[in-house]
């Protein structure tokens, strides 16, 4: 097995105290100063038998300690391309010698040794090295004098033993990195659960066979809210008392997966979600279990990663200068620092959701979930486990451990009621419930879970008139609409249509890789006298085809879909006549576009039936 000396640094291979008395015994035996360095260069050890005229003089100034430095690098690189211990004299006058330690072929650090004199020294040559280092000629020749002189036999053995020391700890790093990795083999499930513990941002906590604790990560400190901090190699029965449910799954090698648990730590109530395996040896022998954690009120990715919904918008991403859209930005900011439940109210494809998204974006509760749940997407007989949660056995089907609704996974944060006119009568009165109370229970459960939840909800209806004919709780309408923020159809907000569209152009650009001039002022004609029935997301669309679609620089009236470039303008007082099929084609065409193809919200705006539809859209060639 080979090392790769250059990922490996000095000091996380070898002991500093061992490295510092290997040096230092060396010094002594040979009565020679020595100094250890890393790969860089870096002294990482303290210097021994290092003499007046280096630590007082050489060494002291940034002109002296460049010299050093410099004879240093150039003893230790060469040491390291011969493979043989380097004698050298130092540009300040000293003879040194340098021994690589190396791993794998490359040098990860050396042992420096020397500062001694091989002849007696020319005191001219010395005399004019104090003037440079600028002390006194007089003090550094009495220096000087106290330098040893060592024959040179003598140092080339010292360099000899120096390079034996540097090849012994080579030997013995090498020998250390064999031994761990061996061990490191011999222990593959542990290792494995080590690097899964530095991977995730989960509690992970392992437990063998006799219930103790044999691995623990800080997450699962912080989960569990354990103040002792030296909980490895105790019983789990101590830490968390006796009858806690992760003992009896250690003690029965349960295998789970998301089973909510109640810890009650100090008197605080803690809940989390635990998935539990069992640990394997080689031998297909079970050593223990590891458990996965993550507390409910924090698992913030866990709930986008279920739920599908992210707040990624804030009111930067909202484009609109109209006097409705400046009023609809201002209750943003008031809605935004207020804990009162808002009402969006606006046809549908005006962005509703983009206005629920940087509300919460902007609030307190932006570090929270933010969880989109569309009522009338719903099944009305799933509605209240979706919302409200379920506990095992509720009902046939029912997932093993029971789920968590969407207000428990949006504690903390923020829930979205989109469509909320769509919610049904009979179950209006339990969300009124949990509106005023903040607590949920769970279908099939009796236990009362507080929620701490902002509520946002939206709907493209007119609510009061839903009221008054019965459709609709005129308390549960109340408790919504304490902030209500209407957003104007796209056909009242006059300018923001062309910004809109330059903005979609910039954006469709960009993902299309196409680069467009701009657009031919009939293009914005059209896009102004368009009535835009699907708001926004019809705008969104109709430029999307149009990028798709064009084939030169800027874009053409053409290359919009024909039920807006083609559409009749009435108000127009000289023009073709249209007949009546054309009109019916460009009302079908329109319609379904703003429905993005549904065709039974399409029969449903135009009054017919579904099958009636499709015979239309058969003879006026008209594709769903």
């Not at 540009?91 to 794998?104: H, K, R, S, T």
Request: aromatic share 6%.
């Amino acid at each position: 097995m080979d090392f790769n000396g250059e990922e490996i640094n000095l000091l996380d291979v070898i002991d500093l105290e061992f490295l510092q008395q290997f040096q230092d015994t060396f010094s002594r035996v040979t009565g020679v100063a020595a100094l250890t360095f890393d790969k860089n260069n870096n002294p990482v050890t303290q210097p021994i038998n290092f003499i007046d005229i280096c630590m007082k003089y050489n060494r002291s100034c940034s002109e002296g300690l460049k010299r050093c430095e410099i004879s240093d690098k150039k003893g230790a690189e060469e040491s390291t391309r011969t493979g043989k211990p380097a004698v050298y004299h130092c540009e300040n006058g000293m003879v040194d010698f340098a021994a690589p330690i190396m791993l794998n072929g490359v040098r990860i650090g050396a042992i420096l040794g020397g500062q001694v004199l091989a002849d007696q020294p020319e005191k001219e040559k010395f005399i004019k090295h104090a003037e440079v280092l600028g002390v006194d000629p007089n003090e550094y020749l009495e220096a000087l004098n106290k330098v040893k002189i060592i024959p040179e036999e003598k140092i080339k053995e010292a360099a000899n033993l120096l390079y034996l020391v540097s090849s012994k700890i080579s030997k013995m790093i090498e020998n250390q990195l064999r031994k761990e990795e061996l061990q490191e083999e011999k222990n593959q499930a542990y290792e494995l659960l080590a690097a899964a513990t530095s991977s995730v941002t989960e509690g992970l906590m392992a437990v063998d066979n006799d219930g103790k604790i044999i691995h623990i990560n800080p997450a699962a400190y912080t989960i569990m809210r354990l103040s002792d901090k030296d909980v490895v190699g105790k019983p789990l029965s101590l830490i968390l008392g006796p009858n806690n449910k992760f003992s009896e799954i250690a003690k029965n090698c349960i295998w789970n997966t998301d089973e909510e648990i109640v810890l009650d730590q100090g008197g605080e109530r803690i809940h989390c979600t635990s998935s539990s395996r069992p640990i394997l040896k080689e031998n297909c022998t079970i050593a223990g279990v590891v458990f996965t954690l993550r507390e409910i009120r924090k698992v913030r990715s866990l709930v986008n990663r279920m739920v599908g919904a992210t707040a990624r918008f804030t009111c930067l991403d909202i484009i609109g200068e109209s006097e409705g859209m400046k009023k609809a930005f201002k209750l943003i900011s008031v809605a935004a620092n207020s804990r009162s439940n808002v009402l969006l109210t606006g046809e549908s494809g005006t962005g509703k959701e983009l206005f629920a998204q940087a509300i919460h974006n902007h609030s307190g509760r932006s570090e929270g979930p933010f969880v989109a749940v569309n009522c009338a997407a719903l099944p009305r007989e799933l509605i209240q486990s979706e919302l409200f949660g379920y506990n095992e056995g509720a009902f046939t089907g029912a997932k093993r451990g029971g789920n968590l609704g969407k207000f428990e996974l949006a504690n903390e944060g923020t829930i979205f009621l989109d469509e909320i006119g769509d919610m049904p009568i009979e179950l209006q009165v339990n969300l009124l419930r949990v509106l005023q109370e903040r607590k949920v229970t769970r279908v099939g459960g009796e236990k009362v879970i507080p929620v701490n939840v902002r509520i946002i909800a939206a709907t493209n209806k007119d609510l009061m008139r839903a009221v008054e004919e019965g459709r609709f709780r005129e308390d549960l309408y109340y408790r919504l609409n304490v902030l209500n923020i209407h957003i104007p159809p796209l056909r009242e907000r006059g300018k923001d249509i062309d910004l809109l569209t330059i903005h979609l152009i910039n954006i469709f650009s960009e993902n299309l890789g196409k680069e467009i001039g701009g657009a031919e002022l009939e293009f914005f004609e059209a896009i102004r006298n368009y009535s835009w029935p699907g708001n926004v997301r019809e705008l969104q669309n109709a430029v999307e085809y149009a990028m798709n679609v064009v084939e030169g620089e800027y874009l053409s009236v053409t290359d919009l879909p024909r039920s807006i470039h083609r559409q009749p303008n009435f108000l127009q007082e000289v023009g073709e006549v249209i007949s009546l099929t054309e009109i019916e084609r460009i009302t079908v065409e329109s319609t379904l576009n703003r429905f993005n193809g549904n065709i039974t919200k399409t029969a449903k705006a135009l009054g017919i039936g579904r099958n009636t539809l499709y015979d239309k859209l058969r003879k006026l060639g008209v594709r769903a």
